[in-house]
């Protein structure tokens, strides 16, 4: 993972300048860990907002909203419905550094954002930054750099290697509904045939049995594909279509809640968290 980089002892003086001056009021009062907006505390300098980090540490929880269809980030067993995921591991790793447990709110790419908004403290599971999200939430310090690429059947990987080649007639692109993917096809390939799918899990089974053509994903999920599925090849994994990243879903204007986060991140990534959660799915 290439982490935007970060110096914790910024983060560190943020928070305590926050803490000293009572901060501006955010621009929009944050939900507390139940959904419903939080109520104002009367502070030293006369009613500073209560911050999204106090609701968590008052529920004993924080809530967590994710596909649960989006490996390596993010997987729901449909047999015990357990979650496992890299950023599954990153959401429970910073449950128990607030002292809290996690809790798990099940969602659709179609839903992410009303779902966040109206029953959860964050958004984990490979959820790209975009100016439409940004226009309602906020996001953490990003946690990965790349980009839009094709994962197809191996003796297609010249076939479908640009957008104009898969931007033909008869040439079959799959994508779950919602979500960048969904869009990326719509905007890139209009005279080519969209297939639109519910199921993220096994959208990829579609293309090994001949019902698609190719898919344009995230290069990080391409490649864990390519990986679990011989028959499927990442197409230039290191040189996507675009350039995008991928973070954390936070509260709009509750800038406590954000510093804690980023400072987690920073934190994580010098103490050996993040690897440890990369491990099992990027080796």
């Not at 929009?28 to 209560?50: F, I, K, L, T, Y």
Request: aromatic share 8%; net charge negative.
């Amino acid at each position: 993972m290439k982490r935007t980089p970060l110096a914790a002892a910024a983060v560190l003086l943020a928070v305590a300048t926050t803490a000293c001056t009572g901060g501006g009021a955010p621009a929009q009062a944050p939900a507390s860990s139940s959904g419903s907006p939080a109520a104002s505390q009367a502070g030293n300098d006369g009613g500073v907002p209560a911050s999204r980090l106090d609701a968590i540490g008052d529920a004993g929880v924080l809530k967590v909203c994710t596909t649960g269809d989006y490996r390596p980030f993010t997987y729901k067993d449909p047999k015990t419905g357990k979650y496992s995921g890299l950023d599954v591991d990153m959401a429970r790793d910073l449950a128990k550094r607030l002292g809290v447990k996690a809790e798990f709110v099940d969602t659709t790419w179609k839903d992410l954002m009303p779902d966040f908004l109206a029953s959860c403290d964050i958004a984990v599971g490979g959820v790209s930054i975009s100016l439409e999200r940004a226009g309602q939430a906020a996001f953490s310090t990003a946690t990965l750099d790349e980009g839009k690429t094709p994962i197809t059947r191996c003796e297609n990987v010249k076939k479908y290697d640009t957008i104009a080649e898969i931007n033909q007639p008869g040439v079959r692109s799959i994508t779950p509904i919602g979500g960048t993917n969904q869009k990326f096809a719509e905007e890139h390939y209009p005279r080519g045939k969209i297939i639109e799918f519910t199921d993220n899990n096994t959208i990829f089974d579609q293309i090994i049995d001949g019902k698609a053509d190719v898919m344009t994903t995230d290069a990080s999920e391409t490649r864990w594909v390519a990986n679990e599925h011989p028959e499927l090849c990442a197409v230039h994994p290191d040189k996507p279509f675009n350039y995008s990243q991928k973070a954390y879903l936070l509260p709009r204007g509750d800038i406590a809640f954000k510093e804690y986060v980023d400072a987690w991140l920073n934190i994580a990534d010098h103490d050996g968290t993040t690897a440890k959660a990369e491990k099992p799915w990027f080796g």
